[in-house]
């Protein structure tokens, strides 16, 4: 039976979604703990055994979708759009982004924060400027902010400035080992720049997707030994001069190469200055978040990019596998945050410019209108995001069993619990989830997503 304090008869609120879309995100009836023998299948819940500490969920502000919600969006549009994103429920509540150093793929223009004309170089930094990020970017993340003052913000470059790298290129190529020092002093910059317009960093990482090359958008090799030594020599030292520390997370890329982050974190100097791991879905299993935590325990983990698209458009297939691999797998698996990709795209997946061409935003805004379409992916964040607050402890739940796979959170302001469902199985499930000496029992349909809530003080 699962332990922890309990409300003798509490009562559990629940939210469910199908993938027939019957239902989503729909508060169900609530029922009540009892002290009746539990049923033959059962979820057990256990708060005495406390995992990581969450920083929250959430979705990138990329370049495209603050254009979008800057300039397609009326103003009562957008209001409503970042409240129900960013705010208390019912809003989602997300509490945790990240932005682009530079252009990413869902940009407008290929661009760096340090551009000089081909031939050129800037030692001092004395061109470095966030002017890009102020049209869009920043007042869509104060807003956010505004919203909801526990949002941490992180941020990924794409590239180095051109003439820092081999190709003199914002494509491809990698970082020149002359250019080290100064690449630290970007990132120092940075950091500034973004301090002084009131979004201070939580975290960055050193590089997005770095076994990765790009040929049609901005992108940049940079394998274990030069990230270790880069963190190690360079930007570690430098960033712990900082009075307000900013983390430091190895990788960014997928599951599918653990050696890689390993690597770094076998690093004499780099280890002391990196904080955490850092995952994207797109290839491998969720698993080796686990097995890499587990080589290094005091290190963090984060999950901060995946994005679904045209290529998986169907609920039944999607959702199942957005719920078991980027909400209960990556958390299961350590991550503290846990990003999706684009908060926003438009109805012809984009802007964009170059990379992906079928990519799909949590929300679509359409172009013209302004009106906002909530995706699968929307609906599988708050199932978390609503209920699974900043500071929460994941708790001990049966992982999997007879179709059902669930992952349990304890909030620490209220010490409420929150138990995230998913039965993937073709058939409806009748349960009961213990808690405490007591259970309840539950008929959920298949191919669908429920979130409990209860109390553990009157």
């Not at 770094?264 to 904080?275: C, G, T």
């Amino acid at each position: 039976m699962g332990t922890g304090v309990s409300v003798p008869g509490a009562v559990v609120h629940s939210w469910v979604t199908r993938t027939d879309q019957s239902k989503l995100l729909t508060r169900e009836a609530d029922t009540s703990f009892d002290a009746k023998d539990s049923l033959p299948l059962a979820i057990d819940v256990d708060a005495s055994a406390r995992y990581q500490t969450m920083v929250g969920f959430g979705a990138n502000i990329t370049d495209a979708s603050a254009w979008l919600i800057q300039n397609r969006m009326s103003e009562p549009q957008r209001k409503a759009l970042l409240e129900d994103l960013f705010g208390k429920a019912p809003g989602l509540g997300f509490s945790f982004t990240r932005l682009t150093m530079g252009a990413s793929d869902f940009s407008r223009s290929h661009y760096a924060l340090d551009d000089v004309p081909a031939g050129q170089t800037d030692y001092p930094l004395a061109h470095f400027n966030i002017d890009p990020m102020r049209a869009d970017v920043l007042p869509v993340v104060k807003r956010a902010l505004a919203i909801n003052p526990q949002l941490r913000v992180m941020a990924s470059p794409w590239s180095a400035p051109a003439w820092m790298k081999t190709n003199g290129s914002l494509f491809q190529g990698t970082l020149r080992p002359e250019a080290y020092n100064a690449y630290a002093r970007y990132f120092g910059k940075f950091a500034d720049a973004m301090e002084a317009e009131g979004v201070p960093l939580f975290a960055v990482t050193v590089q997005n997707e770095p076994h990765f090359e790009p040929k049609d958008y901005p992108g940049m090799r940079m394998d274990s030994a030069a990230r270790a030594r880069f963190i190690g020599e360079h930007l570690g030292p430098l960033f712990a001069k900082r009075p307000q520390p900013i983390r430091i997370l190895d990788w960014d890329h997928n599951w599918d190469e653990p050696q890689a982050p390993l690597a770094v974190l076998a690093n004499d100097k780099a280890r002391p200055f990196v904080a955490g791991v850092a995952w994207h879905c797109y290839a491998g299993d969720v698993a080796v978040q686990s097995k890499v935590h587990d080589a290094y325990p005091d290190k963090e983990t984060y999950f901060t990019e995946c994005s679904g698209g045209d290529w998986k458009p169907h609920w039944r297939e999607t959702l199942p596998w957005y719920m078991r691999n980027l909400i209960l797998g990556t958390t299961r698996g350590w991550a503290k945050g846990v990003l999706l990709w684009n908060i926003a795209l438009d109805e012809t997946h984009g802007p964009h410019r170059g990379g992906c061409n079928d990519c799909r935003g949590v929300v679509t805004i359409d172009s013209r209108t302004g009106e906002v379409t909530r995706n699968f992916d929307y609906y599988a964040l708050a199932h978390a995001s609503r209920f699974v607050r900043p500071g929460a402890h994941r708790i001990a739940s049966t992982a999997s069993v007879d179709g059902l796979e669930s992952v349990a959170f304890q909030n620490a302001d209220d010490h409420s619990i929150v138990l995230i469902v998913l039965n993937s199985a073709d058939q409806a499930r009748h349960f009961s989830v213990r808690f405490g000496g007591q259970s309840f029992a539950y008929t959920m349909a298949d191919a669908s997503v429920a979130t409990f809530v209860w109390n553990t003080k009157p």
